[in-house]
């Protein structure tokens, strides 16, 4: 299985999920925001946390008119997979992969611990090797981790469960304590929490482990 994970300025979490696809088996290659075109054969798309230049303008914004993203959104419209894991789920709301949008925290302060999440869809290859409504711990490190959405939008999202994960103890504000979406299709995700920072035990866990090695095996039988 062939991974790409995006580079952009600013990012600072690309090769901890490398590290973390690569232990899963995947092949992985690490593409500049410059680049048009992603490599061949690729299989899902990750952008990484961190702060994409900076965070100016709006969280994800500018990273979102780079020319990779087009190459992000043509994969995604070919049914191809694409993880976005904190500032990346920033970005794909503003490329319009996921709906809603990522606000400053209600408290307007950086929250960096780890939290309790429940797994609230296991029908993804995302999510598929998690039990259904298990408790997990993720770490954090945002200040943009608000979660928000119009009325019809978060019904949408609930009555074709596409919610992927909520907090059990929602630490920015954010709607329905919503901490991952999934596209309608079920094969992009994005997740505000860090599932690439909880892949061994040095790390103070490893709940982040189900999440890619599902992932590696659903795309393996694809």
């Known amino acids: 299985m062939k991974a790409a994970v995006i580079v952009f300025p600013g990012s600072n979490c690309d090769r901890d999920l490398a590290v973390a ?23 899902l798309v990750a952008v990484p946390g961190g702060f994409s230049f900076g ?3 709006r969280c994800g914004a500018i990273a979102a008119q780079s020319p990779v993203s087009r190459a992000i959104v043509a994969h995604a419209e070919r049914g191809g997979y694409v993880l976005g894991i904190c500032n990346g789920f920033q970005v794909l709301t503003e490329t319009r992969l996921l709906p809603g949008a990522l606000m400053r925290n209600a408290g ?19 999510t598929r090797a998690y039990a259904p409504g298990a408790i997990i711990n993720l ?4 200040h943009d981790g608000n979660y928000v959405a119009d009325a019809e939008t978060l019904a949408q999202l609930q009555a074709e469960d596409r ?5 059990t103890a929602n630490p920015n504000g954010a709607q329905a304590d919503i901490a991952g979406v999934l596209s309608s299709n079920r094969r992009v995700l994005g997740l505000m929490p860090h599932p690439e920072r909880a892949v061994e035990a040095a790390q103070g866990g490893t709940d982040g482990v189900p999440l890619f090695a599902g992932l590696i095996s659903a795309l393996a039988l694809a």
């Not at 302060?109 to 993804?124: E, Q």
């Open 139 to 142: 770490p954090i490190a945002h």
């Open 21 to 43: 696809l690569r232990a899963a088996g995947a092949d992985v290659s690490m593409v500049w925001h410059k680049d048009a075109a992603l490599p061949a054969g690729v299989d």
């Open 108 to 126: 307007l302060r950086f929250v960096c611990r780890t939290v309790g999440l429940r797994v609230a869809s296991t029908d993804s290859a995302f």
């Open 163 to 167: 919610i992927a994960f909520t907090y």
């Open 55 to 57: 965070d100016y303008l």
